[in-house]
């Protein structure tokens, strides 16, 4: 851990100086495993190096069972003003089956001591289609997360990772993910009682109260630029694309000698940019303004919707409401099948 994040710190020492910044997210993994120290000298080697805005929203994602209340304490004061803690699941036997090492109890604990140190900023990660889970598990896990008030909730679709342990045994038939149409279910479950709990459905798999939306995810889908450091980080900056060396040894020792970690570079053409504003705007609920898009992209996605595309207006898909191209309900059930549409007409 001390040569990753000095190794880490180096990094962000040789970026441009002075960019201002509006969200910082400590994650990609499980950043609360650090210690605390390591994480405050982190951030405060950003606070020198970058422009850091008054409102800047400082992310750390935490696993439940991996943080003190002392930890805690100490990187409230540091200046982290928001906490992302992985739940997935209130039913301890699902934590099991997908290899988590917390409990239901432990995260009570951690998010009653998250409040209780001064987090005013409390999202929770969940997800649906987990082996063994039905949709009443799911039904369960939203009633008992609500009643706790997050700011925000993130409830994903589980998405298998090929060689991964879990990707193993549903392979070998060890386990047995639900049905397609319990999947369904559960998403279009949430996508009801969410709402009618007091959160704004903003984007496919996102919820949060008024004022909470996540900043710094927001970047993303609306196509703004990102730098990312350490091991795997991805960077997206004027137009060029670059991802770090995925091993934590090398890029430790590739920072050591002087050299260059990146892995991957590419050059983002007016296609690629295109396609992955498309692709990003409709996980929007709110969509894409056709005459932005018109004015940034010089031309008009409107008779797509009129032509080969208009199949999918009239499938209740997608529609057009004040000038925005948005999914509606139902298109966020099928939204990769829709997106994928729209992208082989463009």
Same mark, same amino acid.
């Not at 290899?99 to 951690?110: M, Q």
């Not at 649906?128 to 039905?134: C, E, Y």
């Not at 994903?156 to 991964?164: A, S």
């Given at each position: 851990?001390?040569?990753?994040?000095?190794?880490?710190?180096?990094?962000?020492?040789?970026?441009?100086?002075?960019?201002?910044?509006?969200?910082?997210?400590?994650?990609?993994?499980?950043?609360?495993? @650090? !210690?605390?120290?390591?994480?405050? #000298?982190?951030? &405060? =080697?950003?606070?020198?190096?970058?422009? $850091?805005? /008054? +409102?800047?929203?400082?992310?750390?994602?935490?696993?439940?069972?991996?943080?003190?209340?002392?930890?805690?304490?100490?990187?409230?004061?540091?200046?982290?003003?928001?906490?992302?803690?992985?739940?997935?699941?209130?039913?301890?036997?699902?934590?099991?089956?997908?290899?988590?090492?917390?409990?239901?109890?432990?995260?009570?604990?951690?998010?009653?001591?998250?409040?209780?140190?001064?987090?005013?900023?409390?999202?929770?990660?969940?997800?649906?289609? @987990? !082996?063994?889970?039905?949709?009443? #598990?799911?039904? &369960? =896990?939203?009633?008992?997360?609500?009643? $706790?008030? /997050? +700011?925000?909730?993130?409830?994903?679709?589980?998405?298998?990772?090929?060689?991964?342990?879990?990707?193993?045994?549903?392979?070998?038939?060890?386990?047995?993910?639900?049905?397609?149409?319990?999947?369904?279910?559960?998403?279009?479950?949430?996508?009801?009682?969410?709402?009618?709990?007091?959160?704004?459905?903003?984007?496919?798999?996102?919820?949060?109260?008024?004022?909470?939306?996540?900043?710094?995810?927001?970047?993303?889908?609306?196509?703004?630029?990102?730098?990312?450091?350490?091991?795997?980080?991805?960077?997206?900056?004027?137009?060029?694309?670059?991802?770090?060396?995925?091993?934590?040894?090398?890029?430790?020792?590739?920072?050591?000698?002087?050299?260059?970690?990146?892995?991957?570079?590419?050059?983002?053409?007016?296609?690629?940019?295109?396609?992955?504003?498309?692709?990003?705007?409709?996980?929007?609920?709110?969509?894409?303004?056709?005459?932005?898009?018109?004015?940034?992209?010089?031309?008009?996605?409107?008779?797509?919707?009129?032509?080969?595309?208009?199949?999918?207006?009239?499938?209740?898909?997608?529609?057009?409401?004040?000038?925005?191209?948005?999914?509606?309900?139902?298109?966020?059930?099928?939204?990769?099948?829709?997106?994928?549409?729209?992208?082989?007409?463009?």
């Amino acid at each position: 851990m001390g040569p990753y994040t000095d190794a880490l710190i180096r990094q962000i020492e040789a970026a441009d100086k002075g960019i201002a910044v509006r969200s910082l997210f400590f994650g990609g993994g499980t950043p609360s495993l @650090l !210690p605390p120290e390591r994480l405050v #000298d982190v951030l &405060e =080697t950003v606070r020198r190096q970058f422009m $850091l805005l /008054p +409102e800047t929203e400082i992310t750390l994602e935490a696993n439940p069972a991996t943080v003190t209340s002392e930890a805690l304490e100490q990187l409230y004061r540091a200046g982290f003003n928001r906490l992302s803690i992985g739940l997935q699941a209130s039913q301890d036997r699902l934590l099991q089956e997908i290899g988590r090492i917390h409990r239901w109890s432990d995260f009570l604990e951690t998010f009653h001591m998250a409040r209780k140190i001064g987090f005013t900023n409390i999202s929770v990660d969940l997800i649906f289609g @987990l !082996p063994g889970q039905t949709v009443t #598990d799911w039904k &369960e =896990t939203l009633a008992a997360v609500t009643v $706790l008030e /997050p +700011e925000h909730l993130s409830a994903y679709g589980l998405q298998l990772e090929e060689g991964t342990p879990l990707w193993e045994r549903v392979e070998r038939g060890m386990v047995k993910l639900p049905a397609e149409e319990e999947i369904s279910a559960m998403m279009e479950w949430t996508m009801k009682f969410l709402p009618d709990a007091g959160y704004q459905h903003y984007e496919i798999s996102n919820y949060a109260k008024s004022g909470h939306v996540s900043r710094h995810n927001l970047g993303y889908w609306l196509g703004e630029d990102y730098l990312g450091f350490g091991a795997g980080a991805t960077s997206t900056y004027k137009g060029r694309r670059w991802t770090h060396l995925e091993d934590p040894e090398e890029y430790i020792q590739r920072i050591a000698a002087g050299q260059s970690t990146i892995a991957e570079e590419e050059i983002l053409d007016p296609a690629t940019r295109t396609e992955e504003r498309l692709l990003l705007g409709l996980r929007l609920r709110s969509g894409i303004d056709l005459g932005e898009w018109k004015e940034q992209y010089s031309f008009d996605l409107r008779p797509l919707l009129e032509g080969p595309l208009e199949y999918l207006v009239d499938e209740g898909w997608v529609e057009i409401t004040d000038d925005r191209l948005r999914l509606t309900d139902e298109g966020v059930l099928i939204s990769n099948t829709v997106i994928a549409k729209l992208l082989s007409e463009i």
